[in-house]
């Protein structure tokens, strides 16, 4: 298993980390199989959707707000149930093919980590077989 450690800024953000799955697949020599990008948190994500026009993680981000804004009437006493909602949408994996040693993505696909309840340090699992 390989873990990698993202910094973000913001409450909530979408982290680009293709590239950095793309580099580990390559590293591990792997030519055909999976590689599965786990999120062991339970108030951030991880979706795979457009990355070449900025627009639509913000428009994902906003309608993510507006389906689990931070003010509700939540029961959670923590104060983030809207990130733990949000979390449970992104869902916590994604698995993406491996051909030619590299990962198989559509054209405008890209790996996004989903911050819900940031800034913090955290952590992404993958296990590339
Ligand atoms: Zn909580």
């Not at 990008?37 to 457009?50: C, K, L, R, Y």
């Not at 994996?93 to 030619?100: D, F, G, P, R, T």
């Given at each position: 298993m390989i873990t990698l450690t993202l910094t973000t800024r913001s409450r909530t953000e979408f982290v680009d980390i293709t590239?950095?799955?793309?580099?580990?697949?390559?590293a591990a020599g792997i030519k055909e199989g999976i590689c599965t990008?786990?999120?062991?948190?339970?108030?951030?994500?991880?979706?795979?959707?457009?990355h070449a026009d900025p627009s639509v993680v913000d428009?994902?981000?906003m309608q993510l707000k507006k389906l689990a804004p931070a003010e509700?009437?939540?029961?959670?006493?923590e104060g983030n149930s809207d990130a733990h909602i949000k979390a449970s949408l992104m869902g916590a994996?994604?698995?993406?093919?491996?051909?030619?040693g590299a990962p198989v993505l559509g054209t405008w696909q890209g790996i996004f980590f989903c911050e819900f309840?940031?800034?913090?340090?955290?952590?992404?699992?993958?296990?590339?077989k």
């Open positions: 590239a950095q799955v793309r580099r580990e697949i390559t990008v786990f999120v062991p948190h339970t108030t951030a994500g991880v979706t795979i959707n457009e428009d994902l981000l509700g009437s939540y029961r959670h006493a994996s994604q698995a993406v093919i491996i051909e030619n309840d940031g800034p913090r340090t955290r952590k992404v699992w993958l296990q590339i």
